[in-house]
């Protein structure tokens, strides 16, 4: 593994953390947030975080197994190095990323962006997103008549999602305040 020098962490995407081993020669199974989740291993290098510090990899190999994605790691050549990983955030520099069309987004990018309804009432800031198999669906955290209020409002472009200016981290829906 090479040392990285990275210390704007807004420059890092987390995709996953190495969960287990899998074998005897090295290969660590990897708990991977990508889409689809062997998707993972097609990122090289990928970075790890040890002692603090991330740490540039290759993926030498891999593949599904299973519901699992495995690894070879370029310098992890047993189970024991292999064990040691297990816990280990893995993650990639933001600009690894392919270029989306302009009608798509990252996940990432969409953290922690101001929504508003179509009168201009801050429904607050999307927390997170997720897939509900239909659609994927934005958690919005923010404050209803001083009260705290979550909203998940279904991310469907046109009909519910209006317009999205990431560069004005503001996102405009079709949704009704008190739901």
Known sequence: ?????????????????????????????????TSPRQQIVKYSPLYLRKNGKWQAVKVVKGHKQGKAVVAQLEGVDDRDQAFALI???????????????????????????SVFTLEDIKLGKIEWVFDTGSNNVIVVKGELDGKKKDHMVPWIMDDVIKSVDLEASRIVVDWDPEF
Not at 6 to 16: A, I, K, Q, R
Not at 87 to 113: C, M, R
């Open 1 to 33: 593994m090479t040392s990285l020098d990275t210390t704007n962490e807004g420059d890092m995407l987390s995709l996953g953390k190495i969960s287990g081993v899998f074998g005897v020669k090295g290969w660590v199974k990897i708990f991977s947030h």
């Open 87 to 113: 816990g280990t955030e893995i993650a990639i520099k933001q600009n690894q990323l392919p270029t989306l069309s302009n009608d798509s987004f990252y996940w990432a990018d969409l953290e922690g962006v």
